[in-house]
């Protein structure tokens, strides 16, 4: 079975600190996606990557930037965390099908 | 660019009846994905059920169906004999075969209630 794991079930930081979220998935995935999930706005991707050290902007790239230093982990980073970057996020991978496998989530709030 | 739309924000279905999610996308191609997911209260989304847009036969996954209509842009979800672990939330979902088209793009959601 495929599994994205990712650090942090819930995470809750201080405007203007810098955040890391990271996933890591163990099946040699190519594609790995961020996404954020907000009430009534459903997934909305932030980044994905489609190979190491590839990295393309998704519909809501403003105020994160990500890295993939190695095929099995994708690290989503806050620069600066703010009110409005609340919000759950998921990482997600896939490999050469279509199916696309989910992380459990991070809650972040940021005060 | 293509859009999602569930035009249901919350569904309620009894235990053992049938319900069906709708949802609605927008498009300009002729060869894509639509997908179904469900996300437990757990939080970690799980595929349901996949549609490939050139085949005319409506997936099947267990209780679990669709109805692909092409030509309406209409992509609905039905649940037969529900079941209390159906309750979620539910995405639709659309990527393009295009291999430039690496993305998933959603829908807003429809949170499903099973009442027992």
């Known amino acids: 079975d495929v599994k994205v794991t990712q650090s942090s079930r819930y995470l809750v930081k201080r405007t203007g600190e810098k955040v890391f979220l990271e996933c890591v998935q163990d099946m040699d995935h190519e594609n790995m996606f961020w996404y954020r999930q907000d009430p009534g706005l459903g997934l909305r991707l932030i980044y994905f990557s489609y190979d190491v050290k590839m990295k393309e902007k998704g519909d809501i790239p403003e105020g994160y930037s990500v890295s993939r230093e190695k095929k099995e982990r994708f690290s989503l980073i806050l620069e600066s965390a703010s009110t409005n970057q609340t919000s759950m996020y998921l990482c997600?991978?896939?490999?050469?099908?279509?199916?696309?496998?989910f992380g459990p989530g991070t809650r972040l709030t940021v005060t | 660019a293509q859009t999602v739309t569930q035009s249901q924000p919350e569904m309620s279905v009894q235990e053992a009846e049938t319900v069906t999610l709708s949802c609605t996308y927008d498009?300009?191609?002729?060869?894509?994905?639509l997908f179904w997911y469900k996300q437990p209260p757990s939080r970690q989304m799980i595929l349901v059920i996949r549609q490939e847009a050139y085949k005319q036969q409506n997936a099947t996954e267990n209780r679990f169906s669709v109805n692909f209509q092409k030509a309406a842009k209409s992509f609905s979800l039905k649940i037969s004999d529900s079941q209390l672990g159906d309750a979620a939330m539910y995405f639709c979902?659309?990527?393009?075969?295009?291999?430039?088209?690496?993305?998933?793009?959603f829908g807003g959601g429809t949170r499903l209630m099973v009442k027992p």
């Open positions: 997600a991978s896939r490999g050469p099908g279509s199916k696309q496998y």
């Open positions: 498009t300009s191609e002729s060869d894509y994905y």
């Open positions: 979902a659309y990527r393009s075969a295009n291999n430039a088209g690496n993305m998933l793009t």
